[in-house]
């Protein structure tokens, strides 16, 4: 098996209001191929895509309850510790919930986590040591 991730799927309790967070609080558009039944953003080299949690659990075959702690979080990887406080302060403007303020960690680099509104956790991270690809032809200091 070859060392890839083509799709992440998110299973949200309200498809459309998770649809308006990634697209108002994160200002990714979604790809054209989405339907009124799942959403997919294209990002680089993958996709994310938003599926109902009930919708989902069928089709994997397993029980759609489930709380607490997901086991999982997905990381933005950002060039500075000034863009992951710009950041985080302009998602929590939008409406994003904060988990843990931005602040130094263990590993040696620069962290935040927010949460979006199903509670998947979201890190908002400078990695001195995994820095991020450089856009071409342009700087991003917020998520786009």
């Known amino acids: 098996m070859e060392q890839r991730l083509t799709l992440i799927t998110l299973g949200v309790r309200n498809l459309q209001r998770a649809r308006e967070f990634y697209q108002n609080v994160f200002g990714w558009q979604p790809t054209e191929n989405d339907s009124e ?3 997919f953003f294209q990002l ?3 996709q994310l895509a938003l ?3 009930e919708s ?3 089709d994997a075959g397993v029980p759609p309850e489930g709380s607490g702690f997901k086991k999982f979080s997905l990381a933005y990887n950002v060039r500075s510790e000034q863009e992951v406080d710009e950041l985080v302060a302009q ?3 939008k409406g994003a919930t904060v ?3 931005p602040e130094k960690v263990f590993w040696g680099g620069y962290s935040s ?9 979201w890190e908002i991270a400078y990695n001195p040591f995994l820095l991020p ?10 998520i786009h």
Do not use: C, W
């Open 133 to 142: 690809d450089e856009p071409k032809g342009h700087r991003h200091t917020s």
């Open 91 to 93: 998602l929590e403007e």
């Open 99 to 101: 988990v843990k303020r």
């Open 44 to 46: 680089n080299g993958m």
């Open 113 to 121: 986590y927010i949460s979006d509104p199903d509670e998947n956790l």
């Open 37 to 39: 039944g799942i959403v």
């Open 51 to 53: 599926f109902p949690q």
């Open 56 to 58: 989902l659990a069928d």
